[in-house]
């Protein structure tokens, strides 16, 4: 059975930063596509980041340069890492885990980021 658990939200004001982190159960992220999204009230939800084979990372252009994608392996755990934050930031963020070979798709609970002052 394969679980993702977000953490690390919260309210934070605006420039301010905060580090989400996915911990991963009943597989192994290292083969998996590992995404982030997030769904704000009244949009659809969106991919703000992921990491594919090889490592490589994308985002999307409205986080470019202040959001970063990681993968602990040894820790079975994905990370957000979110840097000047904006009110349009403000979302639940959800984990995703992706193998597309086989069209296995998770995701976890998300987590409430608000940025607000």
């Known amino acids: 059975q394969v679980q993702l658990v977000e953490s690390g939200g919260g309210l934070v004001q605006p420039g301010g930063s905060l580090r989400l982190s996915c911990a991963v159960s009943g597989t192994f992220i290292s083969i998996h596509d590992l995404n982030w999204y997030r769904q704000a009230p009244g949009k659809e939800r969106e991919m703000v980041a992921s990491?594919?084979?090889?490592?490589?990372?994308n985002y999307a252009d409205s986080v470019k340069g202040r959001f970063t994608i990681s993968a602990d392996n040894a820790k079975n755990t994905v990370y957000l890492q979110m840097n000047s934050l904006k009110p349009e930031d403000t979302a639940v963020y959800y984990c995703n885990a992706r193998r597309r070979t086989i069209q296995a798709d998770y995701w976890g609970q998300g987590t409430q980021v608000t940025v607000s002052s």
């Open positions: 990491i594919t084979s090889g490592s490589s990372t």
